[in-house]
T-cell receptor
């Protein structure tokens, strides 16, 4: 399987600030995704990170709030902008590898 | 779009018992059904998956069954152990093209020693 490194693993942030989460894969992958997992909840897709073009966002998520970069086939970032306590969650990057979905270790974000 | 229902939300068993988690899906075009295990504070890990061309797949104590006609699939864990305690997620997707699975809401499995 692909090895996915995600950082930071956790952070505590102040309301109104922004946090950028990085995701690095050890192999070139076509499909990279960003998920949110609120406490005790399932996995909700935020967006598909497209290499060389704008990300594709799911209903309820917008680029101004969650800008995403995908400069190459092994790296992506997700920024959580102008944070509020409601953004406190686990954010996970994931990749499709040989037809299967694998997840990074996640970023646990707490917003005060 | 696809809708995946998962039951039960919580399952408590004694060590050595079997555990069964059931999922239903709505999109008849779905043909790939993975299961993930998420231990507390860790990433979801793919534990087993099944494609629509088979009805059952086994891997040691874990098995998955699929009924395409009824649009439901199940995870079976035999001889449960305390380390099986985790949240399990089912998912459904259409492989090929833009692969985006839809996840169930999860089942918290507790195995009592």
């Amino acid at each position: 399987s692909a090895v996915i490194s995600q950082k930071p693993s956790r952070d505590i942030c102040q309301r109104g600030t922004s946090l950028t989460i990085q995701c690095q894969v050890d192999s070139q992958v076509t499909m990279m995704f960003w998920y949110r997992q609120q406490p005790g909840q399932s996995l909700t897709l935020i967006a598909t990170a497209n290499q060389g073009s704008e990300a594709t966002y799911e209903s309820g998520f917008v680029i101004d709030k969650f800008p995403i970069s995908r400069p190459n086939l092994t790296f992506s970032t997700l920024t959580v902008s102008n944070m509020s306590p409601e953004d406190s969650s686990i954010y996970l990057c994931s990749v499709e590898w040989e037809g299967k979905l694998f997840f990074g270790s996640g970023t646990q974000l707490s917003v005060l | 779009g696809e809708n995946v229902e998962q039951h039960p939300s919580t399952l408590s068993v004694q060590e050595g018992d079997s555990a069964v988690i059931k999922c239903t899906y709505s999109d008849s075009a779905s043909n790939y059904f993975p299961w993930y295990k998420q231990e507390l504070g860790k990433r979801p890990q793919l534990i087993i998956d099944i494609r629509s061309n088979v009805g059952e797949k086994k891997d040691q104590r874990i098995a998955v069954t699929l009924n395409k006609t009824a649009k439901h699939f199940s995870l079976h864990i035999t001889e449960t152990q305390p380390e099986d305690s985790a949240v399990y997620f089912c998912a459904a997707s259409t492989s090929g093209g833009s692969y985006i699975p839809t996840f169930g809401r999860g089942t918290s499995l507790i195995v009592h020693p």
